[in-house]
Antibody
Framework: QVQLQESGPGLVKPSETLSLTCTVS????????WNWIRQPPGKGLEWIGY???????TYNPSLQSRVTMSVDTSKNQFSLKLNSVTAADTAVYYC???????????????WGQGTLVTVSA | DIQITQSPSSLSASVGDRVTITCQAS??????LNWYQQKPGKAPKLLIY???NLETGVPSRFIGSGSGTDFAFTISSLQPEDLATYYC????????FGQGTRLEIK
C-alpha cells in the first residue's frame, strides 16, 4: 500500500518561502505523477502542480510564477517551494499520487494526511 | 478553461435515504470526471473515477453516472459514516475541482 507523508515548517513569515517535502513509501516514485494540492481553512481544493520522476513539471498558471517542485528518486521524495507567501497561502497542503492520461482522464488515488501551513509574522 | 459547477453546496439527509449530488461542466469532458469523499480533518479519498468506475474497496452504495457535461453522484442508502464533504474533479489543461457538497446526517 502506497503511503505519502508531508513534512516541513508549520509557520512561515510573509514574503518568505514555504518549503515542504513528501516522502513516498510502499512503492517507487519512478512512475506516476506526484502532486501538491492545497485547501485553505474551510474552503475547497486547489491543485498546485505535479512533478514526474524525470523532473518534468506542470504548474497551475495561477501560481506558476511562485512555485518550484523537485524530486529526489534516491530518497523517494518530492518537494514544493512556494515563494513570496502571503496570508492567502495559509492552507492545508496535501501531496498526492496522480495519474494523467493523454485521453484527458486523470485522478488522485493516494494522498498524504496533509500539513497545515500558516503564513503569519 | 472548463468550469465545473457542483450542487448543492450542502444537504442534510437521514440514514437510509438516497442522496444525489451533481456536477455540470461548461463543455464536453467525455467521462473524465471523478468523485472524492473528504471526512472532517482527513485527506480526500477517491471513490469513483471516469464517471462511473468504483475505486477498489469502495462500497457499492456509491454510484457515479453521466457523460458529456452532466454528472451525478448517488449514495443509494445513506450510512452514518458517509458524513463528509464530496468533491467532483475533472481535467482540461489542469485538474479542476468542484466547489464541494457538505453532507450532513439528520
Amino acid at each position: 500500500q502506497v503511503q505519502l507523508q508531508e513534512s516541513g515548517p508549520g509557520l512561515v513569515k510573509p514574503s518568505e518561502t514555504l518549503s515542504l517535502t513528501c516522502t513516498v513509501s510502499g512503492g517507487s516514485i519512478t512512475s506516476y505523477y506526484w502532486n501538491w494540492i492545497r485547501q485553505p481553512p474551510g474552503k475547497g481544493l486547489e491543485w498546485i502542480g505535479y512533478i514526474y520522476y524525470s523532473g518534468r513539471t506542470t504548474y497551475n498558471p495561477s501560481l506558476q510564477s511562485r512555485v518550484t517542485m523537485s524530486v529526489d528518486t534516491s530518497k523517494n521524495q518530492f518537494s514544493l517551494k512556494l515563494n513570496s507567501v502571503t496570508a492567502a497561502d495559509t492552507a492545508v497542503y496535501y501531496c498526492a499520487r496522480g495519474e494523467f492520461y493523454a485521453s484527458g482522464s486523470s485522478n488522485f488515488d493516494f494522498w498524504g494526511q496533509g500539513t497545515l501551513v500558516t503564513v503569519s509574522a | 478553461d472548463i468550469q465545473i459547477t457542483q450542487s448543492p453546496s450542502s444537504l442534510s439527509a437521514s440514514v437510509g435515504d438516497r442522496v444525489t449530488i451533481t456536477c455540470q461542466a461548461s463543455q464536453d469532458i467525455s467521462d473524465y470526471l471523478n468523485w472524492y469523499q473528504q471526512k472532517p480533518g482527513k485527506a480526500p479519498k477517491l471513490l469513483i473515477y471516469d464517471a462511473s468506475n468504483l475505486e477498489t474497496g469502495v462500497p457499492s452504495r456509491f454510484i457515479g453516472s453521466g457523460s458529456g457535461t452532466d454528472f451525478a453522484f448517488t449514495i443509494s442508502s445513506l450510512q452514518p459514516e458517509d458524513l463528509a464533504t464530496y468533491y467532483c474533479q475533472s481535467y482540461d489543461n489542469i485538474p479542476r475541482f468542484g466547489q464541494g457538497t457538505r453532507l450532513e446526517i439528520k
